[in-house]
């Protein structure tokens, strides 16, 4: 009788989470699914069930109503802005072949009629200032294309703005924080209605940044410091100012920024594996893809050492205690990252993400909010 009454109340949990996880409007900040989809040749409108986390298919079936696709290259790749225009070229074709279930909006009314429609709403977030490659009026140029917010760093610096990388190297000669430019670089953000992505920033430019900006900013995919301390994630002082700007912290599910034992564990695998990954690494795909292409490989080994939903919902409660649920939501990292908490392998599992914070006890309200509704807000407030 115990067991029924527990398998009860679990089917009950179960279709409360899904009830209320399809009503909501899912954003989801930040999915480098363009960037594996270039570097593995394949695309966004088939079928990449054990490819990629995520296809437009699944989108749909996870809950997925509205997705900023990072607009992604490494420091050390040649022609990023060319590059970026690839990648938004990518994803306008796949909108263009799929009408009827994909638009790259441009403005609010398109988001509106478009979630009405059922469709799912594409818009870009470029992931790094360097792809700019130091002209300002490219920041039109993207606005136009339907990037509606930039990451002012990725690990690289541009010559503007100093990374969390680069600012604990000892080795970086680089200016720290922003500079003029760097500065003139968010005005005129500001002004366009391209948010300010404080994700892999150093905290110099962090703090330059949120003093400048006159709008809200976001961590489109970044955790909590102090539940995992790597300079990646923000600190509590930094969570608190990002409140009172406003904006919106975002959580990421890399393994490595929920868990602060992960990375040396992930060592460990890769170091038993280190002539295959050098071998895939000699072909030129990116690291972050040679990487998730060996945990593919020996999944086993990998889901071994993922950490638990739970440990992802500390950076929540976290967040949620210094700031409140007026201020946080979901930047997964989905497609650029190998490793996820065991409950989230791919975009089919954001339920999975909704269930907890029913167990949780969040109102519906507040599950709404914390979904996506807190990010229109920023949104709106920026455009």
């Known amino acids: 009788m115990k067991y029924l009454l527990s398998l009860c109340l679990l089917i009950s949990a179960s279709l409360q989470a899904q009830s209320i996880h399809y009503k909501s409007i899912l954003v989801d900040t930040h999915n480098d699914a363009v960037t594996a989809c270039i570097e593995k040749k394949v695309s966004l409108d ?16 996870g809950g997925v109503d509205y997705q900023l ?12 802005y060319a590059w970026a225009m690839r990648e938004m070229d990518t994803i306008d074709a796949v909108a263009a072949r799929n009408p009827d279930k994909m638009v ?3 403005n609010w009314e398109d988001i509106q009629k478009a979630l009405k429609a059922g469709k799912l709403v594409a818009q870009y977030g470029v992931e790094g200032g360097h792809m700019l490659e130091g002209d300002i ?5 993207f606005y136009k294309r339907g990037v509606r917010y930039m990451t002012l760093t990725w690990n690289n610096s541009p010559t503007w703005a100093s990374s969390h990388a680069d600012e604990k190297d000892p080795k970086y000669t680089g200016h720290k924080g922003l500079n003029d430019f760097g500065k003139e670089i968010i005005h005129r953000m500001n002004k366009l209605g391209i ?13 330059d940044a ?6 809200p900013v976001i961590a489109s995919h970044s955790n909590a410091f102090s539940i995992c301390p790597v300079t990646r994630n923000l600190k509590d002082d930094q969570i608190l100012a990002v409140g009172k700007n406003g904006g919106v912290i975002c959580l990421n599910f890399f393994s490595g920024f929920v868990d602060s034992n992960f990375l040396k564990r992930n060592n460990e695998f890769r170091k038993s594996h280190k002539a295959e990954l050098d071998a895939m690494l000699a072909t030129g795909i990116q690291q972050e893809y040679a990487q998730g292409q060996l945990a593919d490989k020996y999944k086993a080994e990998s889901d071994a050492i993922k950490p638990d939903l739970e440990v992802l919902m500390k950076h929540f409660d976290h967040i949620v205690k210094l700031i409140g649920v007026d201020h946080i939501g979901l930047g997964s990292d989905f497609d650029g990252i190998d490793s996820a908490p065991k409950q989230l392998k791919t975009v089919l ?3 999975e993400f ?7 006890g969040y109102s519906n309200k507040d599950i709404k909010k914390i979904l996506g509704g807190n990010f229109l807000r920023v949104y709106r407030a920026n455009n």
Do not use: M
């Open 210 to 215: 949120i003093n400048i900006t006159t709008k």
């Open 354 to 360: 909704t269930k907890a914070l029913i167990a949780r």
């Open 195 to 207: 948010i300010v992505d404080i994700s892999h920033v150093g905290e110099a430019t962090f703090w």
């Open 349 to 351: 599992d954001y339920p």
């Open 137 to 141: 009026n490219r920041l039109d140029t």
């Open 46 to 61: 088939q079928d990449l069930t054990g490819i990629n986390h995520s296809d437009l298919k699944r989108f749909k079936q």
């Open 104 to 106: 790259v909006a441009k």
């Open 69 to 80: 696709f990072s607009i992604w290259c490494d420091g050390e790749k040649q022609n990023p």
